[in-house]
């Protein structure tokens, strides 16, 4: 099945710092979504992203589809951006989502 | 709409016991699925259906059943609870195979 790597597995910000995080994928996919989990352990979508460039609000996200990568950029952190993001795909006919394994940051005031 | 509803939010049994989760959506999705999340891992999947009637094997399908006699509903059996399904479930929705919504999870413990 599809591999999907996520970078770096943990990271550690100061509040008001920015960041990326990286999503590496080992085959095509029509469907690439970018979610949030909060300490409480609820999923959060961020973006369906399978191609292009998306923003909303601090958050922002550049699929290269060619390239099999997706980047998440978190601009002016908040504490409240704490908890683990992951990165999922799907590929054509497929309908199943295939996780990474999650970055974990953690957002110190 | 109150999108994708998951029930019991906490479950603990025996080992040997059996039990449903519930998952719900309104939001006439053809696809559902049912997801596990073990610590410090992402999420796997369990089984999953494209509709009514039509469901299929995930990844991790071992010691659970599902069935989909409604578009609304998907509920995920276990038959014979087992210490190693432990996990958090989580049920998920989508139409045409784009965006997947997930449900607030369900938090198991086997004993």
């Known amino acids: 099945g599809i591999q999907v790597e996520q970078s770096p597995p943990d990271l550690i910000l100061q509040e008001g710092a920015n960041s990326t995080l990286r999503c590496n994928f080992s085959d095509s996919v029509n469907n690439l979504q970018w979610f949030h989990q909060n300490p409480w352990g609820q999923l959060i979508n961020l973006f369906y992203i399978p191609s292009g460039t998306k923003q909303n609000g601090r958050l922002s996200a550049t699929t290269v589809a060619t390239e099999r990568y997706s980047l998440l950029y978190i601009s002016s952190s908040q504490t409240t951006d704490s908890g683990v993001y992951f990165c999922?795909?799907?590929?054509?006919?497929?309908?199943?989502?295939?996780f990474g394994a999650g970055t974990t940051v953690t957002v110190r005031a | 709409n109150a999108g994708v509803t998951q029930t019991p939010k906490f479950q603990v049994l025996k080992t040997g016991q059996s039990m449903t989760l519930q998952c719900a959506q309104d939001?006439?999705?053809?696809?559902m699925s049912w997801y596990r999340q073990d610590p410090g891992m992402g999420l796997r999947l369990i089984h999953y259906s494209v509709g009514a009637g039509i469901t299929d094997q995930g990844e991790v399908p071992n010691g659970y059943n599902v069935s989909r006699s409604t578009t609304e509903d998907f509920p995920l059996r276990l038959l014979s609870a087992a210490p190693s399904q432990t996990s958090v479930y989580f049920c998920?929705?989508?139409?045409?195979?784009?965006?997947?919504?997930f449900g607030p999870g369900t938090r198991l413990t086997v004993l």
């Open positions: 999922a795909v799907e590929q054509p006919n497929d309908y199943k989502l295939s």
């Open positions: 939001m006439n999705h053809e696809y």
């Open positions: 998920a929705s989508s139409y045409g195979g784009v965006e997947q919504f």
